[in-house]
């Protein structure tokens, strides 16, 4: 019996060397990321239109809007 995160890091060896997850890997992340957004009650997708107001912003000002502008909040972002 192997286990299923066996498959998503061969996945991800075989489709793109190692360096990032494959379909399935993918979808299991994002599934994971949505679920818990939906049954937060204080996530953005449950915020009804507050969020820009006080959204969390970078060093420059601007909100943060995207996966590199939230890579970039954390410092992991290049």
Request: charged share 25%; net charge neutral; proline share 4%.
């Amino acid at each position: 019996k192997t286990p299923l995160w066996y498959y998503v890091l061969k996945e991800a060896e075989v489709r793109a060397n190692g360096n990032s997850l494959g379909e399935l890997g993918s979808r299991i992340v994002c599934e994971t990321i949505v679920g818990l957004l939906q049954n937060d009650r204080n996530s953005i997708l449950n915020d009804r239109g507050r969020a820009l107001v006080n959204a969390v912003r970078l060093p420059n000002g601007d909100p943060v809007v995207s996966i590199r502008d939230f890579l970039e909040f954390a410092g992991v972002a290049n």
